[in-house]
C-alpha cells in the first residue's frame, strides 16, 4: 500500500445519502486517481487529477464529485445520483508511468 | 475503445511449478505495460513493468515477456509459492495528448497455488 492512505475500509449508504471517501498520500505525487471495481471487472476510471485545484472526468464520472485542494489529499463524494454504488474503491498516484494503489474502501448500501 | 484483456480467467498450478498469466492487448500506440498483483480484499501491488522499447525484463522470481508483433504480454512466476495466490492483471499505458497516465486494466486471472 505505500503512503497511500484510504478511510474508511467499509462504508456504508442509506438511500439519498451523500458519502465521502477519504484518499491521502505521503509520497508527493503530483497525480491521483479513483478507480471503481466491481466484481469480474476491470478497474473503471471515474475521476483523476494531474496537479493541485485540477481534476478531470474519467470515464464513469456521473454520480460522483471530487476535490483537489491539496496535493496530498483526493477525496471523492458519491452522490445519491450514483444509483449503483456497491463497488470496491480504489485510490492511486502516479510516480512517472507507475500508478500505486491505496488499500481500497468497500461501500455497502444499507 | 481499445481495451486489454487476458486469455486465462483462472489458472491453477501446485507448488513449486512456474506460472505463466497471458495478457493480450490491442493497442499497438501503447508505451508500457504493468502487471498488478491483487489480494482479497486489497488494493493492487506494482509487481513489474516493461517499456514498449524492451522483450523482457527481469524481477525477483518475476519475468515479463513482451512481443510486440502479435500484442501480446505474460507474467511467468518461478518456483510459484502459495502466497502467489491472488488475481493478476496487466494494464497498459498509451502516452497520446489527454491520455497521458491514464491506464487501461485487463479484467484480471485468478491464480490459485495448491501446496
Known amino acids: 500500500d505505500g503512503g497511500i492512505t484510504q478511510s474508511p475500509k467499509y462504508l456504508f449508504r442509506k438511500e439519498g445519502q451523500n458519502v465521502t471517501l477519504s484518499c491521502e498520500q505521503n509520497l508527493n505525487h503530483d497525480a491521483m486517481y479513483w478507480y471503481r471495481q466491481d466484481p469480474g471487472q476491470g478497474l473503471r476510471l471515474i475521476y483523476y487529477?494531474?496537479?493541485?485545484?485540477?481534476?478531470q472526468k474519467g470515464d464513469i464520472a456521473e454520480g460522483y464529485s471530487v476535490s483537489r485542494e491539496k496535493k496530498e489529499s483526493f477525496p471523492l463524494t458519491v452522490t445519491s445520483a450514483q444509483k449503483n454504488p456497491t463497488a470496491f474503491y480504489l485510490c492511486?498516484?502516479?510516480?512517472?508511468?507507475?500508478?500505486?494503489f491505496g488499500p481500497g474502501t468497500r461501500l455497502l448500501v444499507l | 475503445g481499445e481495451s486489454v484483456g487476458l486469455h486465462l480467467p483462472t489458472l491453477s498450478v501446485q507448488e513449486g511449478d512456474n506460472s505463466i498469466i497471458n495478457c493480450a492487448y490491442s493497442n499497438s500506440a501503447s508505451d508500457y505495460f504493468i502487471w498488478y498483483k491483487q489480494e482479497s480484499g486489497k488494493g493492487p501491488q506494482f509487481i513489474i513493468d516493461i517499456r514498449s522499447n524492451m522483450d523482457k525484463r527481469q524481477g525477483q522470481r518475476v519475468t515479463v515477456l513482451l512481443n510486440k508483433t502479435v500484442k501480446h504480454l505474460s507474467l511467468q512466476i518461478a518456483a510459484t509459492q502459495p502466497g502467489d495466490s491472488a488475481v493478476y492483471f496487466c494494464?497498459?499505458?498509451?502516452?497520446?495528448?489527454?491520455?497521458?497516465?491514464?491506464?487501461?486494466f485487463g479484467q484480471g486471472t485468478i491464480l490459485t497455488v495448491h501446496p
Open positions: 492511486a498516484s502516479r510516480a512517472q508511468e507507475t500508478q500505486y
Open positions: 494494464a497498459e499505458n498509451t502516452y497520446r495528448g489527454t491520455s497521458y497516465g491514464k491506464l487501461t
Open positions: 487529477s494531474q496537479i493541485v485545484n485540477d481534476f
